[in-house]
């Protein structure tokens, strides 16, 4: 008995220790995963911020498909798609991230941006509408501010545009959306101080630039703001007033500042050229273009 009982006590002693060791490896194996989890958040945070918008848009869709539970992923898909000029591809990317359980407001907002993108407006009101009022970010402030412009309820739109100002150190960009905004409804005088604003926050956004220089020649001012600009930028900013001078029927003015266009190039400033010559005989240039 004595003997029978020896060996019942090392076997139980053997199990134990087998159970021991296959709890140890199943800990083992989950800090693995936990591990390869945050490796794997680091490299998407890494293909969003420093790859290429397609390498990234595949590294997701390979690294979703093996993982297609993960919302992080979903997102890091959208995101690139987003930055690969995809919106289509990106509106339906979304739609999968917001049908996550995981899902937050931000996503929604991400969600009616690509909707915007793709020129769906409507469904872009309808997901900003389901967005809870107490979520408040500049993201989903300017998105609204250009949803209500897309719908000429200005009063609203100036409201949002002001909001979204307030909630950024760096308002350039939706200053000059707001600016471009007052140039469509005919203030000119409320856009040029916009875009001038939008300036002193970034003085390298060209298309404030542009759209300050139509706001001054629509108000019959053609001289150039004092800004900063390259050479290149001088003669495609008086090649803009030359083409906003003729839309209002100032052609002789027009035909002057498409002249010092060509001259300021430093290389052949083809559009302008074949502007004046259409001017020269008899057929009116392009409108100016600008950029919202």
Avoid at 212 to 239: C, D, K
Wanted: proline share 3%.
């Amino acid at each position: 008995m004595r003997h029978t009982g020896i060996v019942l006590l090392c076997l139980a002693g053997t199990l134990l220790l087998t159970a021991c060791e296959k709890s140890g490896e199943a800990e083992v194996e989950r800090a693995l995963k936990d591990l390869n989890a945050i490796d794997d958040s680091n490299l998407g945070d890494l293909m969003l911020n420093a790859a290429s918008p397609d390498e990234a848009v595949a590294y997701f869709r390979r690294t979703l498909a093996q993982n297609p539970d993960r919302i992080d992923l979903r997102r890091g898909l959208a995101k690139s798609l987003i930055r690969a000029k995809r919106p289509t591809e990106a509106v339906a990317a979304w739609a999968q991230v917001v049908e996550h359980p995981e899902a937050t407001n931000d996503d929604r907002v991400g969600y009616a941006d690509a909707l915007i993108r793709a020129n769906d407006w409507t469904r872009a009101k309808q997901v900003l509408d389901s967005v809870p009022p107490t979520h408040e970010t500049f993201e989903r402030y300017r998105l609204e501010a250009m949803v209500a412009d897309s719908r000429k309820d200005w009063a609203r739109a100036d409201s949002f545009y002001e909001i979204a100002v307030g909630l950024t150190t760096q308002p350039s960009a939706v200053l000059n959306n707001w600016g471009y905004s007052k140039l469509t409804r005919g203030a000119y005088a409320d856009a040029e101080r916009l875009f001038t604003e939008a300036l002193t926050y970034d003085s390298n956004l060209f298309t404030a630039k542009n759209n300050l220089v139509m706001a001054r020649a629509a108000q019959g001012n053609y001289q150039l703001p004092v800004i900063e600009m390259t050479q290149v930028e001088r003669a495609e900013l008086l090649h803009t007033m030359a083409l906003t001078a003729i839309k209002r029927g100032d052609v002789s003015t027009g035909k002057q500042l498409l002249s010092e266009a060509i001259e300021t190039h430093p290389r052949h400033f083809d559009v302008a050229v074949r502007a004046l010559r259409a001017l020269e005989q008899g057929t009116a240039p392009a409108a100016a273009a600008s950029a919202g």
